[in-house]
């Protein structure tokens, strides 16, 4: 699952302070946000720069220039960003997950669940939290919280395929092929030409057969 980066930014706008201490902060605020919506990066960075300059005091803005600089691949400045958000509002939700994510992607497992849980008991019906967290779950090759995450996200979003996909790569990691195939299986009533599971059940119901 990708960053829903329009989602987030108008998240983050709705959240921004109507109390902001200079009009020229919030100009540059929403000018960021503008250029964000173009894609123009790198001008984003600088208007949100611009606007923490002349108002440092404003988590969200720390929190909407992590997220540009997680959306362009840097992630200890999106770290950075985030970790400053979240000492200027602890309830930051969406913080404390981009930082997981941003943990992940730098292959600190251990920190990016820290986040993810953080974020989940801000908000216990947060499914991405739990479908993230169960990724760095299986990337500490703890298989049973990966699957008790990724059956959470089924039971917020019933349709999920990705969700599926995984908990069945899961189960067959832990050896329980016929609760693996079962995810693939449903998978396919999802979505029949997802390639994903007709892989994942022709290679485990062959080892399947072997193991008869």
């Known amino acids: 699952m990708k960053v829903k980066l329009v989602i987030l930014i108008i998240w983050l ?36 720069t611009q606007a923490i300059r002349l108002n440092p005091n404003l988590a969200e803005i720390y929190s909407m220039r992590g997220l540009i600089y997680y959306q362009i691949g840097d992630c200890d400045r999106a770290i950075a960003d985030f970790a400053q958000a979240i000492r200027q509002n602890v309830n930051l939700v969406e913080s404390y997950y981009l930082r997981g994510r941003a943990y992940f992607n730098k ?56 969700a599926y996909n995984y908990r069945g790569l899961a189960y067959a990691i832990n050896g329980d092929l016929v609760l693996a ?14 390639a994903t599971a007709k892989k994942c059940i022709a290679t485990f119901r062959q080892q399947q057969l072997r193991g008869r």
């Open 107 to 162: 292959g600190n497992f251990d920190l990016a669940i820290a986040d993810f849980t953080q974020a989940i008991r801000i908000d216990p019906n947060y499914t991405d939290a739990y479908y993230h967290r169960g990724h760095a779950y299986m990337s500490k090759h703890d298989c049973n919280r990966a699957i008790a995450d990724f059956t959470q996200t089924i039971r917020q979003i019933p349709n999920s395929i990705e």
């Open 13 to 48: 706008f709705a959240c921004f302070s109507i109390s902001a201490q200079t009009n020229d902060s919030v100009s540059y605020y929403q000018r960021g946000i503008d250029n964000s919506l173009k894609g123009d990066y790198n001008q984003a960075i600088a208007d949100f």
């Open 181 to 194: 195939i079962a995810d693939w299986e449903m998978v396919l009533r999802i979505n029949p030409n997802d």
